[in-house]
């Protein structure tokens, strides 16, 4: 029997289909296994239907128009994903739904998206972006450079806001609280939130412009309710971490119109998702749905610099669905965060370009002479690599930078 969902070599209209490439690998021919794909997450089910008519296979049929090698191209009909309530739960149950269960497929990851113009219209984008957080912080050119207030718990807020005015005067224009931080009882949100925010109006009283992102990661229900409670006592950023609390949490935040500050967007979880390169979902997918539904920074991996797996050609696809041409949406700011240290900053950089976000919470804790000087590093090392100039030869005149070096070496 000829498989259905085969339109092998046909010429999708982009404004007409949202197009999903997998790499597949099964005992089916690849044909075979995109069409299972394709028919599992539009019309179809394991046997034919008998209410299936040939005219709700035609209209709303998903499209196997390429099956190279491990790889199949997808297009799913812009009707499947029309309706007013459904947003990304009701995209990813159908580029990235029941089909990574599939038993016919042993493995398979979606690898790649290219959403219609007629879908992202719909969300609003980043009310900052890269442009936005560059003007809010007077830093035009640079990457923005921050810290992660190590330990990632146990300091209650006041000595918490004395490692964030620290670190601002060591030079940071950025720091944030850890992913597993919200609102224990050492360090309550509200007092945290409180006793920073003195602490930043204070720096930029000493005429230093910094932001700190404040974790509102909860449960759906509560998390206007920890942003109004953030934003109360002086938040000037709100972080979420996207797949812990879903991609709707980034989106109540980032569409909500009274939240007038930037949206960190923090990514545990992730590699349960995206480690393995044969299954899962790739990290390009998932900044291209953070970006359109308004995350101002994203966390997307530091090109093989740090402690975190790296897969080095995915990050430059992360960083391109960033900050490339999507239908004219504002660029996200790629973060680079996780085990970085100065002595890593050129070889980041080389990849990174400028319009990054650079974090290193042990990095600069971790410095011999505290936090102040682990921030001044950090600045000196970005310098540095901005300049063209080596750490070693900047490390000499920079006694921050040196020891960080020696320390890290
Ligand atoms: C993060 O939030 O990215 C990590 O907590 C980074 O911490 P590290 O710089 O100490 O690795």
């Known amino acids: 029997m000829k498989e259905k969902y085969l339109a092998i ?5 982009q404004d007409e289909y949202f197009i999903c490439d997998y790499k597949v690998k099964s005992d089916l021919s690849i044909e075979t ?16 239907p008998t209410t299936l008519t040939e005219d709700i296979y035609k209209k709303y049929g998903g499209k196997v128009v390429m099956a190279e090698g ?3 191209r997808i297009g799913f009909p812009v009707v499947d ?12 149950s159908i580029i990235a739904g029941n089909l990574f269960g599939l038993d016919s497929l042993k493995k398979v990851r979606l690898h790649d998206i290219q959403i219609p113009s007629v879908i992202t219209e719909r ?16 830093r035009p050119e640079k990457p923005l450079v921050g810290t992660i207030v190590k330990p990632k718990i146990g300091l209650p807020p006041k000595e918490f806001a004395e490692y964030v005015y620290q670190a601002g005067k060591g030079g940071l224009t950025n720091s944030k609280d850890d992913e597993t931080l919200v609102d224990q009882d050492f360090c309550p949100l509200e007092e945290r939130v409180s006793a920073v925010s003195e602490k930043l109006d204070l720096l930029e009283e000493e005429g230093h412009m910094m932001i700190h992102a404040h974790n509102v990661s909860t449960s759906g229900h509560e998390i206007l309710d920890a942003a109004d409670i953030a934003l ?34 923090h990514r545990a979880m992730h590699g349960a998702l995206t480690k393995d390169p044969e299954h899962g ?15 101002d920074s994203f966390h997307i991996g530091t090109y093989g610099t740090g402690k975190m797996h790296a897969n080095i050609s995915e990050e430059l696809r992360s960083k391109e669905a960033l900050i490339g041409d999507m239908h004219g949406i504002v660029r996200t700011i790629p973060v680079s965060s996780g085990g970085l240290h100065p002595g890593h900053m050129t070889d980041l950089m080389e990849k990174s370009g400028n319009d990054v976000q650079i ?3 042990g990095g600069v804790s971790g410095h011999p002479d505290g936090v102040r000087a682990g921030a001044a590093a950090m600045i000196q090392a970005v310098d540095a690599a901005y300049e063209g100039i080596s750490l070693d030869e900047y490390a000499k005149t920079h006694e921050e930078l040196k020891k960080a070096l020696e320390r890290w070496s």
């Not at 296994?33 to 034919?48: K, M």
């Not at 812990?244 to 500050?261: N, R, Y």
């Open 9 to 13: 070599g046909e010429e999708l209209d």
């Open 33 to 48: 296994a995109g069409s299972r794909i394709a028919e599992e997450e539009s019309t179809g089910t394991w046997t034919r």
């Open 70 to 72: 491990n790889m199949v």
């Open 81 to 92: 994903f029309s309706g007013d309530i459904g947003g990304v739960p009701q995209i990813l």
């Open 123 to 138: 969300y609003p984008g980043p009310k900052f972006g890269i442009s936005g957080l560059r003007k809010l912080l007077d």
């Open 232 to 265: 109360e006592n002086g938040a000037r950023q709100l972080m979420v971490d996207v797949l812990t609390v879903g991609f709707s949490g980034v989106q109540a935040l980032a569409e909500d119109p009274s939240i007038d500050v930037p949206v960190h967007v």
């Open 281 to 295: 979902i790739s990290m390009p997918v998932i900044c291209k749905l953070v970006r359109m539904i308004g995350g």
């Open 359 to 361: 974090q290193a919470g």
